[in-house]
């Protein structure tokens, strides 16, 4: 697979240019990251050599973004202690400070919070795909923390920086805008002819068109429908507006396209739209496997229409029971549902893989395991429910950073999405992963 990727990656790598994107003092190489140009979900090697002995150092990362449409930076550090030789090696070494400690050879990505001088409770949303993303990694004496890294008119000058390229979309591989009927959103696909496996893929009540997730899955060998449902391009402007007929039209064009495999698709969806994505495994055949993350086991609180008439009411939810917190808001005891507005999966052939984020505050982590207690003994096999400790909602591609609260536009306010730093990458990591061996299990292969 390393093989596989390194080939995907050497189109990049060769037209990689000579300008940097930050500037960059002139001892570069003293630090040392392998491969400097690398896939968002891939580990890298990251050494300091030619410190002075037993130095007590610290290592600085950064990547800018935006975040509803203003700057916004991302930063990390960790403190080490330098061995007899001068050499800081994050694969063995033990950080003893910073955003994160002990020995985590990727904890710069995924220690990563919003710049101490910048705003705070956002998100860090990847939106060009086709661009990678850029991270300024540097190192410094002394154990400084991150306030003193970037509090205003103080001087701390780097003894080395260096500039590390991660990529979302190898250069290889396709992105394609789709207008096809009302059915909006991007596909990817993998080097090569097809057909692929196929896998459509959904976010929540942001709305908009979130594209990270898609390319990555085309990155590791999958055609995958990037679905916006409101606030994209001529879609509706809120999901109150969007129908069901727009989720039947977007499962059949994708699934009869001559890139996907013709024995049915997959569905990822996570959040509200993991409730939308329940609703799709149900009635849509063309689905043989949902991952479900985060998302309740019942239609969510607004009424679903198919063809001018009611598919499906949604359910209560008791705002006396979702308080404001100096966090934001936590909705996770506000639902009221019986138990026969779970909806009835086991119905279908349909395998579904429940990732469920313990500290979520926005959806009770019993509604997975709810949901699994009404499979009958003999369609229990097509259901498997996992729990993460002391995650938060917000399960995203590994090394993507934790997002405890931020701000949602369809609520108009702050949210608690919950979680703490490690548990949520721990989470991440082992999340990603499942997905793919899940998709690779029950999906057609690749021809």
């Not at 499979?375 to 917000?394: F, K, M, S, T, W």
């Amino acid at each position: 697979m390393a093989t596989r990727r390194l080939r995907q990656l050497q189109p990049i790598l060769q037209r990689c240019t000579q300008r940097p994107f930050f500037p960059q003092p002139a001892q570069s190489e003293l630090i040392q990251v392998t491969p400097k140009v690398s896939l968002f979900t891939d580990k890298v090697h990251i050494k300091v050599q030619g410190l002075p002995s037993k130095a007590k150092v610290t290592l600085h990362a950064m990547t800018e973004h935006e975040w509803r449409r203003k700057p916004a930076q991302f930063v990390s550090c960790s403190h080490y202690v330098a061995s007899h030789s001068g050499e800081v090696d994050l694969q063995k070494d033990a950080s003893v400070g910073g955003t994160y400690t002990g020995v985590e050879p990727m904890g710069l990505f995924w220690s990563m919070q919003p710049c101490p001088s910048g705003p705070q409770n956002i998100r860090m949303v990847v939106k060009n795909v086709d661009r990678p993303v850029l991270y300024k990694l540097s190192v410094y004496m002394g154990h400084l923390p991150l306030s003193d890294l970037h509090i205003k008119n103080t001087q701390h000058e780097p003894l080395s920086a260096l500039e590390v390229e991660r990529v979302v979309m190898p250069s290889n591989a396709r992105r394609i805008p789709v207008r096809e009927g009302t059915v909006r959103g991007t596909l990817f696909l993998p080097p090569g002819d097809g057909p692929f496996p196929g896998v459509i893929d959904m976010f929540g009540l942001a709305g908009g068109l979130m594209e990270i997730r898609a390319a990555l899955l085309a990155a590791n060998g999958f055609a995958a429908f990037a679905l916006p449902f409101f606030g994209y391009d001529d879609l509706p402007k809120t999901f109150t507006e969007q129908t069901f007929d727009y989720f039947e039209d977007a499962a059949t064009w994708f699934a009869s396209h001559p890139s996907i495999h013709p024995e049915g698709v997959g569905l990822i969806a996570i959040s509200g739209g993991a409730a939308v994505g329940l609703m799709m495994a149900w009635h849509c055949p063309q689905i043989r496997a949902f991952v479900r993350i985060n998302g309740p086991g019942f239609h969510g609180f607004m009424n679903l229409h198919r063809k001018g008439m009611l598919l499906k009411k949604g359910v209560g939810l008791d705002m006396d029971k979702c308080p404001v917190t100096e966090e934001g808001q936590v909705m996770k005891d506000g639902w009221i549902f019986p138990e026969e507005d779970i909806i009835p999966l086991w119905e279908r052939d349909v395998h579904m893989l429940t990732l469920i984020s313990d500290d979520d505050g926005q959806y009770h982590p019993h509604v997975g395991d709810m949901h699994k207690k009404l499979y009958p003994e003999d369609r229990c096999h097509l259901i498997e429910v996992v729990h993460y400790p002391g995650a938060g909602h917000l399960l995203e591609p590994l090394y993507t950073p934790h997002c405890r609260t931020c701000y949602n536009p369809f609520f108009g306010q702050d949210l608690l999405w919950g979680g703490y730093v490690k548990e949520h990458a721990i989470a991440q990591e082992d999340s990603w992963q499942r997905i793919l061996n899940f998709m690779n299990k029950y999906l057609p292969s690749s021809s």
